[in-house]
């Protein structure tokens, strides 16, 4: 039987709530960075700059042995992919951490032809500090999403592949999201036993993302 896990979700921006302080050692940030179609006043340029410089402080702030995770679906923009994990990457590297999986999520069957966005999704760990045995593998290639609750949304059955590494092979047991839209990830976190945080800039999403539930199948 699952136990819950407790849920805390700020109305305002995430970007301002990472820098107040480093994240406590069993805090891991678990996110999904906006695309550029949701910050267009920043500009395309302005948004890869942006996406970058976050996922550095998203890096930097968790502690060393502690893991920032990043959800993330490419776009094509004006003729060209828009690499999303190379964006995180690079902010990862700023930041002096190694990545320790990079996993592909399949939002469609193999061998479909996609127009605007791919068939995939990247899920991708990094830590400073934490290093993991060939024996801690899990699978590269995530068959499904899972339930969504809206398009923007992290797929469930993603969320609770994440979950499962993290209790697993790390000492995090609160999942933060500082830009947790209706709260996919709290949601699948609390049903594994894993508290959580969110923060999200739409007062009506950080109200839905308090709220959220999300069915999972019993573990076997
Ligand atoms: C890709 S969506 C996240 C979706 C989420 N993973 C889910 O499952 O619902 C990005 C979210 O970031 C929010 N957002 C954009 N800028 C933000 C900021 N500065 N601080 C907090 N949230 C922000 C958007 O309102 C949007 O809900």
Known sequence: MDQAGTRVVHQGDGVEWLRRAPLPPDHAIVTSLPDHSELPRLGFAGWKSWFTDVSELACRQVADDAVAIFYQTDVKHDGRWVDKAYLASRGAEAAGSECLWHKVVCRAPPGITTFGRPSYTHLLCFSRTLRLAPGQSSPDVLPRLG????????????????CQFLLAHT????????F??????????????????????????????????IRLPPRS
Do not use: F, Y
């Open 171 to 178: 000492a995090c047991r609160t999942v933060v999201d500082p």
């Open 180 to 213: 947790c839209g209706l709260g996919t990830m709290l949601a699948v976190a609390n049903r594994r036993g894993l508290d959580a945080i969110g923060v999200e800039l739409s007062p009506k999403r950080a109200a839905q993302a308090r709220q959220l539930e």
């Open 147 to 162: 339930e969504m609750p809206w398009a923007r949304a992290m797929g469930a059955e993603a969320c609770e592949a994440v």
